[in-house]
């Protein structure tokens, strides 16, 4: 099975590989098919815009994988200027961020609001399969339980395609995401509650792309 992950991010790429390892699928990418067009993402939340980029990519191959992701300070108000939400790349409409000018922009927003914030991630998963769309996303509530710190101090080491994994720690260990050996969860209920969500997303994957 052929499947187009559609994105031009390599750990994105690689999150994918890893969560459907061990099912016979050949993997894609937009760099692979040269596509260099993009939708308009204008959805409300990073559920909507997966479900975007999935139908505009099913143009191009009949089986694709997208995902979106918000960034959010729980602190802050939904509403709030400040919060990155669903333009991490794009705060306040401004022209897209390479990876170390988001970890610049992110660290001075992080030292005008004290120099550290607790934040989370809210993730949108959507599959095209020969024209149907499934998606999924879980909600807020389950998702704070997975938040941690971001700093204004950036850690030399980088991820590439996630680049504020340089400004995030563990809030258990207090050690940066992109330190070796660093697990991100370390507590026996973070670490069921991420094998839960991983299990569900494998699980929905699956069934969206007929495993």
Known sequence: MKVLIGTTNPSKVKRFEELLEGNDIEFCTLKDL??????????????????????????????????????????????????PGLNIRTPGGCERLDDEAMITYYSNLIKSLGG???????????????????????????????????????????????????????????????EKGNNKYDTKEENVMIGEYRERLVRFLQEALGI
């Open 34 to 83: 040269k596509i260099e067009s993009e939708p308009e993402e204008r959805g409300r939340t990073p559920e909507e815009n997966a479900i975007i980029k999935a139908k505009y990519y099913g143009q191009f191959f009949d089986m694709v994988i997208c995902n979106d992701s918000g960034l959010y300070f729980d602190h802050l108000p939904l509403k709030d200027d400040r919060q």
């Open 116 to 178: 550290k914030v607790l934040a989370y991630y809210l993730d949108g998963i959507a599959v095209y399969n020969h024209g149907k769309i499934t998606s999924y996303m879980e909600n807020s509530e389950a998702t704070k339980l997975s938040a941690f710190y971001m700093i204004e101090k950036p850690s030399a080491n980088r991820h590439p395609g996630w680049p504020l994994d340089s400004l995030s720690l563990n809030r258990n260990t207090l050690t940066y995401f992109v």
